[in-house]
């Protein structure tokens, strides 16, 4: 066919080249680009090759943790004053990397303390609480976890149960919490509470819970779908008294404290769900190229290569959508819509480029041996987890109006 | 202790498939990525290990275009101190002793005590550089090295060399001195963010053959004592035996060769 001929020309020409993934944004500085080079390889070769064996263990290990801290993989956006870079770009770039490492499980346990659970303390922490859970938190010697969700309050958080009420100075703590990454492995953890019962969002109040007070227990590690490597857990709290300081921000404030990180919650599930979805729409290409059926490789069959054309696109779209949320972010304009969109779009084109994919890949695709089917599960929590793809939708028509 | 790290750029090939480009004398670079020298790594690691213990300085030198500060600005985010880059369009064609050359002319003006450079590049596998720039420095010099004990008056120092079959060659040496570092001498580090911003300040000399007071007739295929004519394709060997037939019949032969040949 002619004109197939010369769309093999155009592939093979010297004009036709791609750009890379970081010369498509003005976002990142060369600083930016050189930590991702040390990142991509410290994850290819100190965690990628282990992700099996912790997967099957459903843990990552803490040394694991500390070694990052050492390496000051885990304090980019934090101020330098407790051991960190102060630079929120960085801490992108980080969780755009990570999803090299082959579980969504080891991505989530790092993401969920240093993207979710640190930022609370600090942006609402008192210095002594910086000092007390920051520090150490950046060295990787601590681990943090942020509790919103309960068993019967998820996307609706002032509905949740779990209350605080004061003591003398103590505040005891009663209710349950559920589906907390991090959640058996915690040192601290960064709980939603009732402090005023009979109001809904203007009752709650954030509080900080050490591991080992008596009265917090984990009372069951969850078995998942996805993201295996991570933990994940349901706290129990049965009159569990801690001192008055350990109060985050402001009394009754702690819906608005936690509305305020997740667009960076959502930023980083967004950016993590572009960059999965480019490792498994790229392993698809490659094996779409080595497989062969009916005299030659698969990729060769238009309904197969429009596919990968489809995923391609679909990501380039999600990633600039991201970027643009992001760089709306960086400028401190609070996009609540942007980012409710980037989290929306790329959730759901994730799972979608995951599915082609592992339809490319036919039976092996089905196969645990193969790291495809690991993606498939795992990025199923996209849409659900760090607010519904349903409630995006329901933000977003808040901007509109409706 | 002031020591000096010759760094090189070059592409990674291990898992790419590799043409020859239409001159015939270089492969197609251009889907390529590249990074720094793989023993070169480990020299920069060793430079810095040393300075973290005994204190002193740590000066990067690359010869290549702009891409190369990249390898550059990554030894300094580890704890190099200075950089050189040196770029001239007349080192094009160089071989291993034309580029030693330049980085002898570079080198000279300094006060060293080591000058560590990778023991073979991963691209050419010439293995030449190090050593000839210990001759144009007249300065004592050991290759394939893979451990490194400074002797207690900082005058002298304990190098193993690697050698075949595992054997390790000690020797003491007067400084200073040019080692040529074999992978595995140590475990090189992965750069902090810090240190990377840290980098970003540094300025790296930019040197060109003038600067540097040499002629451009002393580099480059004038310079050089190799040049290269040509890249070709191995030729499919007519020594190489394909085993056919079914996977237990082509083991048990696979087997049975390595047995006559005395391999197991």
Same mark, same amino acid.
């Given at each position: 066919?002619?004109?197939?001929?010369?769309?093999?020309?155009?592939?093979?020409?010297?004009?036709?080249?791609?750009?890379?993934?970081?010369?498509?944004?003005?976002?990142?500085?060369?600083?930016?680009?050189?930590?991702?080079?040390?990142?991509?390889?410290?994850?290819?070769?100190?965690?990628?090759?282990?992700?099996?064996?912790?997967?099957?263990?459903?843990?990552?290990?803490?040394?694991?943790?500390?070694?990052?801290?050492?390496?000051?993989?885990?304090?980019?956006?934090?101020?330098?004053?407790?051991?960190?870079?102060?630079?929120?770009?960085?801490?992108?770039?980080?969780?755009?990397?990570?999803?090299?490492?082959?579980?969504?499980?080891?991505?989530?346990?790092?993401?969920?303390?240093?993207?979710?659970?640190?930022?609370?303390?600090?942006?609402?922490?008192?210095?002594?609480?910086?000092?007390?859970?920051?520090?150490?938190?950046?060295?990787?010697?601590?681990?943090?976890?942020?509790?919103?969700?309960?068993?019967?309050?998820?996307?609706?958080?002032?509905?949740?149960?779990?209350?605080?009420?004061?003591?003398?100075?103590?505040?005891?703590?009663?209710?349950?919490?559920?589906?907390?990454?991090?959640?058996?492995?915690?040192?601290?953890?960064?709980?939603?509470?009732?402090?005023?019962?009979?109001?809904?969002?203007?009752?709650?109040?954030?509080?900080?819970?050490?591991?080992?007070?008596?009265?917090?227990?984990?009372?069951?590690?969850?078995?998942?779908?996805?993201?295996?490597?991570?933990?994940?857990?349901?706290?129990?709290?049965?009159?569990?008294?801690?001192?008055?300081?350990?109060?985050?921000?402001?009394?009754?404030?702690?819906?608005?404290?936690?509305?305020?990180?997740?667009?960076?919650?959502?930023?980083?599930?967004?950016?993590?769900?572009?960059?999965?979805?480019?490792?498994?729409?790229?392993?698809?290409?490659?094996?779409?190229?080595?497989?062969?059926?009916?005299?030659?490789?698969?990729?060769?069959?238009?309904?197969?290569?429009?596919?990968?054309?489809?995923?391609?696109?679909?990501?380039?779209?999600?990633?600039?959508?991201?970027?643009?949320?992001?760089?709306?972010?960086?400028?401190?304009?609070?996009?609540?819509?942007?980012?409710?969109?980037?989290?929306?779009?790329?959730?759901?084109?994730?799972?979608?480029?995951?599915?082609?994919?592992?339809?490319?890949?036919?039976?092996?695709?089905?196969?645990?041996?193969?790291?495809?089917?690991?993606?498939?599960?795992?990025?199923?929590?996209?849409?659900?987890?760090?607010?519904?793809?349903?409630?995006?939708?329901?933000?977003?028509?808040?901007?509109?109006?409706? | 202790?002031?020591?000096?790290?010759?760094?090189?750029?070059?592409?990674?090939?291990?898992?790419?498939?590799?043409?020859?480009?239409?001159?015939?004398?270089?492969?197609?670079?251009?889907?390529?990525?590249?990074?720094?020298?793989?023993?070169?790594?480990?020299?920069?690691?060793?430079?810095?290990?040393?300075?973290?213990?005994?204190?002193?300085?740590?000066?990067?030198?690359?010869?290549?275009?702009?891409?190369?500060?990249?390898?550059?600005?990554? &030894?300094? @985010?580890?704890? *190099?101190? +200075?950089?050189?880059?040196?770029?001239?369009? $007349?080192? !094009?064609?160089? /071989? #291993?002793? %034309?580029?030693?050359?330049?980085? &002898?002319? @570079?080198?000279? *003006?300094? +006060?060293?005590?080591?000058?560590?450079?990778? $023991?073979? !590049?991963?691209? /050419? #596998?010439? %293995?030449?550089?190090?050593?000839?720039?210990?001759?144009?420095? *007249?300065?004592?010099?050991?290759?394939?090295?893979?451990?490194?004990?400074?002797?207690? /008056? #900082?005058?002298?120092?304990?190098?193993?060399?690697?050698?075949?079959?595992?054997?390790?060659?000690?020797?003491?040496?007067?400084?200073?001195?040019?080692?040529?570092?074999?992978?595995?001498?140590?475990?090189?580090?992965?750069?902090?963010?810090?240190?990377?911003?840290?980098?970003?300040?540094?300025?790296?000399?930019?040197?060109?053959?003038?600067?540097?007071?040499?002629?451009?007739?002393?580099?480059?295929?004038?310079?050089?004592?190799?040049?290269?004519?040509?890249?070709?394709?191995?030729?499919?060997?007519?020594?190489?035996?394909?085993?056919?037939?079914?996977?237990?019949?082509?083991?048990?032969?696979?087997?049975?060769?390595?047995?006559?040949?005395?391999?197991?």
């Amino acid at each position: 066919m002619e004109g197939w001929t010369s769309l093999e020309a155009i592939r093979n020409s010297a004009e036709f080249t791609s750009l890379k993934e970081e010369e498509m944004s003005d976002l990142f500085q060369p600083v930016h680009e050189d930590f991702r080079k040390t990142l991509r390889e410290y994850i290819e070769k100190e965690l990628a090759p282990h992700a099996d064996e912790w997967e099957e263990a459903e843990e990552f290990p803490l040394e694991k943790f500390r070694e990052m801290g050492q390496l000051g993989f885990l304090g980019m956006q934090y101020p330098e004053e407790y051991g960190g870079d102060n630079d929120i770009l960085a801490e992108a770039v980080f969780h755009e990397e990570m999803p090299r490492c082959g579980s969504a499980g080891v991505a989530a346990t790092l993401g969920a303390h240093i993207g979710i659970a640190m930022p609370q303390i600090n942006k609402y922490g008192t210095k002594e609480q910086k000092e007390k859970y920051l520090i150490p938190g950046i060295k990787g010697e601590s681990i943090g976890a942020l509790g919103i969700t309960e068993p019967e309050a998820g996307s609706d958080v002032a509905g949740i149960k779990t209350y605080a009420i004061k003591d003398g100075s103590d505040w005891i703590i009663n209710g349950s919490k559920t589906f907390i990454t991090n959640g058996v492995r915690c040192d601290w953890v960064v709980l939603a509470v009732k402090t005023d019962r009979e109001k809904g969002y203007g009752g709650i109040s954030q509080i900080i819970v050490d591991k080992g007070t008596p009265g917090f227990e984990v009372s069951k590690k969850l078995k998942k779908l996805g993201w295996r490597a991570s933990d994940t857990a349901e706290l129990s709290f049965i009159d569990c008294r801690v001192p008055g300081d350990a109060l985050l921000g402001e009394l009754n404030k702690g819906f608005y404290q936690i509305m305020a990180n997740f667009a960076w919650e959502r930023l980083i599930m967004a950016l993590g769900a572009v960059a999965g979805a480019q490792i498994v729409m790229e392993a698809a290409l490659g094996y779409a190229k080595e497989r062969h059926a009916f005299g030659q490789p698969i990729a060769k069959f238009q309904v197969i290569a429009h596919t990968l054309a489809d995923m391609a696109t679909e990501i380039e779209a999600g990633r600039q959508l991201t970027y643009y949320a992001l760089k709306l972010y960086m400028e401190g304009k609070n996009p609540i819509k942007e980012v409710s969109m980037a989290k929306l779009y790329t959730c759901d084109m994730a799972c979608r480029v995951v599915d082609n994919a592992l339809q490319i890949f036919g039976g092996y695709g089905f196969m645990e041996e193969y790291p495809i089917a690991r993606a498939f599960r795992d990025t199923r929590l996209g849409p659900i987890g760090g607010g519904t793809r349903e409630i995006m939708r329901e933000i977003i028509v808040r901007t509109m109006g409706i | 202790m002031n020591m000096v790290v010759c760094v090189k750029r070059v592409p990674d090939t291990a898992e790419s498939e590799v043409h020859i480009d239409a001159s015939g004398k270089d492969i197609d670079k251009s889907k390529l990525s590249f990074g720094i020298n793989e023993a070169d790594n480990y020299a920069v690691e060793e430079a810095i290990q040393i300075k973290e213990r005994l204190g002193g300085t740590v000066n990067v030198i690359s010869v290549g275009g702009k891409d190369s500060d990249e390898q550059i600005r990554m &030894a300094l @985010a580890k704890g *190099g101190d +200075e950089a050189i880059r040196i770029e001239d369009p $007349a080192m !094009a064609g160089s /071989d #291993g002793f %034309a580029i030693a050359k330049a980085l &002898a002319a @570079a080198i000279k *003006g300094m +006060e060293f005590d080591i000058v560590f450079t990778g $023991a073979l !590049a991963d691209d /050419d #596998g010439s %293995a030449v550089v190090g050593v000839a720039l210990a001759e144009l420095l *007249g300065v004592n010099h050991a290759a394939y090295v893979k451990k490194v004990e400074i002797l207690e /008056d #900082g005058k002298k120092i304990k190098v193993g060399r690697e050698l075949e079959g595992g054997l390790m060659e000690f020797l003491e040496m007067e400084l200073p001195a040019v080692l040529t570092i074999q992978t595995g001498i140590n475990e090189p580090r992965y750069a902090s963010f810090k240190g990377i911003k840290q980098a970003a300040k540094k300025e790296i000399a930019i040197k060109s053959l003038s600067d540097l007071g040499l002629d451009a007739s002393e580099v480059g295929e004038a310079g050089s004592w190799a040049v290269l004519e040509k890249f070709t394709p191995p030729v499919v060997g007519e020594m190489a035996e394909i085993l056919t037939g079914e996977p237990e019949e082509t083991a048990a032969k696979l087997a049975a060769i390595l047995k006559e040949k005395g391999l197991v």
